[in-house]
């Protein structure tokens, strides 16, 4: 598998990351040289066998009651955000 | 009991420049679980909290915290499904829809899309006398909302509000059954009815508790039924998403707006774009909206911080146990019971209240006239008072059975139990304590309301030779008497004897 340019400036663009026209092309080979890596498992014939999505398989989810246990930490969990105003985080005016 | 016996309506056809069209709405509702505590976090649910309260360190997506998930959620989720006669899936997952957003602190929602919690169902929308339009689900998934964004507090700002981050709504998609804009506010109505039933939404508009996404496309004639032969959408034309119409009567006016823009753009030549639009209910209109990102790539997978969803058949079994009665169940029962009318039984359980109100009122007494009452005088009464509804009216359903118990015990009579039912809805109190301080108690003395009618008999010598001639008229004379007795008279005694003394 090939990943050019273009594809390489759409996924900086989706994950939100500034890369400099200049350094495309290594990033496109570095992307290569980790798909290579991985292509092998394409081989493996999966016909019928379930896809395992997390190494812990056979464990189960473990959910709690449903009460209210959390939350009311508004100045704790405002306190890292660059600005914050009368409770709110704020930032730079979004336009819908 | 609706089914499918009875006759699908009709699909909405609108006439074109080039010939008839046919509309196909589709519906995504986001309902909000009612639940104490968010989906993945033990932070409240409480609507009006101060900003950023009702979060938790894993809600404003802090390094290091884990996703946990809420039990109650699920049960009500799985809840929805069983009454929606859907399929119950023991194995679901969660995946990470992503977009970078300030009203989504860690990037990503959690939500299922490969392998949801429920599968299938219906909804059954009536849209008249023997007429229904079967509804189909495809799905009903489990997922996390978005925090809010407030733009109007300083003009070179947005401010953002977490407290709805994490909340959990259960997504609900229909198939594109629906084929007319009148149909998709009804589907809207009922799926908001049977959940508030279910206890499993508070169905509140206003706070937005529901918002529904509105899938619209138009075809001709004959079209729909091909896409149900071969199941190919191209036979429904190009479809637009209307996102977040959050009431009935804007979910009816997107569709039908929608639906002629669409016929418009086609017959003026033009090509339809499946797009994402808003409906602004102030102009009456769709218009495009730009997404959140520029092309619409999620990049879902699996999350890797939780295990798969697993429950127990058992533990479905035992919520379906204890579904509460659906509406259409209880309208059927109302008419079977209580020998009700149609249009009685689907006022009375038209909301959850009403039904629980009759219900109280009807216990141990004649349902038709606890019917009555609650329908002709209550919510008659109530209707005068701006903000006045079942929930929090005047007249307790113990009170207003007091009143019913008085007219069947013939210690008031049926005018006077009006009079009694006005004092006690603007006065409050007992009634039979009221019926005997204001002396409103029947007369029943037989020789007290002789005496009544002799003298109304003695001052209308002329009216007696005509009653004698005509007994109609005998009424008259009841209608007197009834006065002289400032209505307290008891009506089967004065017909009695009036009838007698006049010598009917």
């Known amino acids: 598998m090939s990943i050019d340019i273009a594809t390489v400036r759409s996924l900086a663009h989706l994950a939100q990351i500034g890369i400099e026209d200049g350094d495309l092309q290594t990033w496109a080979q570095e992307f290569d040289t980790m798909l290579a890596a991985v292509e092998p498992l394409a081989a493996v014939n999966v016909e019928g066998v379930e896809p395992m999505t997390n190494p812990a398989h056979s464990l189960r989810l473990i959910l709690v009651e449903d009460g209210v246990t959390d939350g009311n930490v508004q100045e704790d969990v405002l306190r890292g955000a660059p600005d914050a105003r009368e409770g709110f985080y704020a930032v730079p005016k979004v336009r819908e | 009991m609706l089914d499918l016996a009875m006759n699908a309506p009709e699909p909405r056809r609108i006439a074109g420049a080039t010939g008839d069209w046919e509309i196909v709405i589709g519906l995504e509702v986001h309902a909000q679980i009612a639940t104490q505590a968010k989906l993945f976090s033990g932070s409240s649910t409480r609507f009006g909290a101060e900003p950023n309260a009702n ?85 009903i998934h489990v997922e996390q909302d978005a925090g809010k964004l407030v733009h109007d ?71 729909y039924e091909k896409w149900l032969e071969d199941g190919d959408f191209s036979h429904l034309g190009t479809r637009t998403e209307i996102k977040n119409v959050n009431s009935l009567r804007f979910v009816q006016q997107a569709a039908e707006y929608e639906a002629r823009r669409q016929i418009a753009v086609i017959e003026d030549g033009g090509t339809l774009i499946q797009e994402t639009r808003l409906y602004d209910p102030d102009r009456g209109e769709t218009r495009s909206m730009r997404s959140k990102e520029t092309a619409e790539d999620y990049r879902y997978f699996p999350d890797p911080d939780l295990l798969p969803l697993v429950i127990e058949q058992a533990w479905v079994d035992g919520l379906g146990a204890g579904l509460a009665e659906l509406p259409d169940a209880r309208k059927a029962r109302y008419i079977a019971d209580f020998g009700l009318s149609d249009y009685d039984a689907s006022v009375l359980t038209a909301e959850r209240e009403n039904g629980e109100y009759f219900e109280a009122v009807a216990q141990g007494r004649d349902g038709k006239q606890a019917a009555n009452w609650v329908l002709n005088e209550l919510f008659g009464r109530m209707k005068r008072d701006e903000g006045v509804d079942i929930t929090n009216c005047p007249v307790s359903p113990a009170q207003l059975g007091g009143i019913i118990d008085l007219i069947g015990a013939g210690t008031i009579s049926g005018k006077i139990a009006k009079d009694l039912f006005e004092i006690v809805y603007t006065e409050g109190g007992d009634p039979a304590r009221i019926v005997e301080e204001r002396g409103m108690k029947q007369v029943t003395d037989t020789g007290a309301i002789e005496a009544a009618v002799d003298a109304v008999i003695a001052a209308n010598p002329a009216q007696v030779d005509k009653a004698k001639q005509n007994p109609k008229l005998a009424g008259w004379f009841v209608g007197q008497v009834m006065k002289a007795t400032g209505g307290k008279a008891s009506p089967a005694a004065v017909n009695e004897i009036v009838a007698a003394k006049l010598g009917l």
């Open chain 2, 153 to 223: 507090m300083d003009p070179a700002m947005s401010f953002v509000d977490v407290n709805r981050g994490g909340m959990p709504l259960m997504e609900i998609v229909s198939r594109p059954d629906i084929r007319s804009p009148e149909e998709a506010a009804a589907y809207l109505g009922k799926l908001r009815l049977i959940m508030r039933y279910l206890g499993t939404c508070d169905g509140n508009m206003q706070e937005g508790s529901i918002r529904a996404d509105v899938n619209v496309s138009v075809c001709r004639p004959g079209q």
């Open chain 2, 55 to 139: 979060v938790s360190y894993g809600d404003a997506a802090m390094p290091g915290t884990l996703p946990v998930l809420n039990r109650g959620c699920i049960a009500q989720a799985v809840r929805t499904g069983l009454g929606l006669k859907s399929r119950i899936n023991l194995t679901s997952s969660f995946d990470r829809k992503h977009y970078f957003y300030p009203d989504l602190p860690s990037g990503f929602q959690l939500t299922q899309l490969f392998q949801p919690l429920v599968s299938g169902g219906e909804v059954l929308v009536e849209m008249g006398p023997g007429l229904v339009r079967r509804v189909r689900l495809d799905r």
